[in-house]
Nanobody, 124 residues
Framework: QVQLVESGGGLAQAGGSLRLVCAAS????????MGWFRQVPGKERDFVAAIRSGGTTYLRNSVQGRFTISRDNAKNTVYLQMSDLKPEDTAVYYC??????????????????WGQGTQVTVSA
């Protein structure tokens, strides 16, 4: 079955960096469109970044210039490099996979597979 396993979360100071890693299995990764979402308690899970199978990337406005999404098809892995972290980046970050070449890459319901999440905490 499809499994997405996130790692790399933790505690960082404001201005610091973290790299999240999502290892995928059970799907043809090179044909999959991958996304990162984040969620804080009591709020909806929000789009952060996406990368299409062909490599096109998308970022939410508030992380542009600070976050980068990339993928390594040879390793079935997608990354989220986060720099210049801010306290408002604190959330549980989820990796997601979509087998559909949807234009609505920013919508949760376009992704059929999810990881368990990894906590990112940024202190002021």
């Amino acid at each position: 079955q499809v499994q997405l396993v996130e790692s790399g979360g933790g505690l960082a100071q404001a201005g610091g960096s973290l790299r999240l890693v999502c290892a995928a299995s059970g799907l043809t990764f090179s044909n999959s469109h991958m996304g990162w979402f984040r969620q804080v308690p009591g709020k909806e899970r929000d789009f952060v970044a996406a990368i299409r199978s062909g490599g096109t990337t998308y970022l939410r406005n508030s992380v542009q210039g600070r976050f980068t999404i990339s993928r390594d098809n040879a390793k079935n892995t997608v990354y989220l490099q986060m720099s210049d972290l801010k306290p408002e980046d604190t959330a549980v970050y989820y990796c997601a996979a979509s087998l559909s070449n949807t234009p609505f890459y920013y919508l949760r319901n376009q992704y059929g597979y999810w990881g368990q999440g990894t906590q990112v905490t940024v202190s002021a």
